[in-house]
């Protein structure tokens, strides 16, 4: 039986992305990144909840660990999916294309397949957004010993979010659907245009409560 790449320890997982295997690659590192971001949010959250000091922010701070957990656990599921995604689309770059029929039919699984390597970490991309989205909440109600992990987890959250764009737009210039590149690069464009301004009004956030 495989074992998943979540349930290797932190060596097994950095060696197997040292190596020349096609996966684990950018897009599990993006996730990776965007969940311990989240990971981060939940630390905080757990740290003010219960916490008498913290006593008229209890209700809000139980809603953004129970979205924090939620995200974390989508972007383990999207790590192991962006591993099956760039697998099958490295096979599928194997076919045989001795004849024109292999060629039509190689040419026609390599799009779906460019397909279904895009989908994967723009789905990461936007589940960054959303760690991204928790931070403020976090950095305002949360555990004020905790504030600079807030600050981590907006950094962290951004990086997955800047380089799951980066494994959507490689496998976006290999994709002939011109309709599916074009909304794709403007849901890209829209994820990435207001986030650099957030990440900086969170980190000052942060470092004025130090």
Do not use: W
């Not at 953004?64 to 939620?70: A, G, H, T, V, Y």
């Amino acid at each position: 039986m495989t074992v998943k790449l979540t349930d290797k320890s932190i060596e097994s997982f950095l060696t197997e992305l040292a190596s020349s295997a096609p996966a684990p690659g950018g897009g599990s590192v993006a996730a990776l990144s965007g969940a311990l971001g989240a990971a981060l949010i939940s630390m905080v959250s757990n740290l003010t909840v219960g916490k008498e000091k913290y006593a008229s922010v209890q209700e809000d701070i139980s809603s953004l660990l129970d979205k924090s957990e939620r995200l974390r656990i989508s972007l383990i599921g999207l790590l192991e999916q962006d591993v099956e995604a760039y697998t099958r689309l490295s096979q599928t770059m194997k076919m045989p294309r001795n004849t024109e029929e292999q060629k039509n039919v190689r040419a026609v699984a390599m799009q779906k397949a460019l397909k279904d390597a895009a989908d994967v970490p723009m789905r990461i991309a936007e589940t960054c957004v959303a760690v991204m989205d928790l931070c403020h909440p976090a950095a305002e109600k949360g555990n004020i010993n905790a504030v600079s992990d807030v600050g981590v987890g907006i950094v962290m959250a951004e990086a997955g979010l800047r380089s799951a764009a980066l494994n959507v737009l490689i496998n976006l210039g290999m994709i002939k659907d011109e309709k599916y590149v074009s909304e794709s690069r403007d849901k890209l464009d829209k994820l990435l245009s207001d986030k650099p301004t957030l990440r900086d009004e969170i980190y000052e956030l942060v470092i004025s409560k130090l």
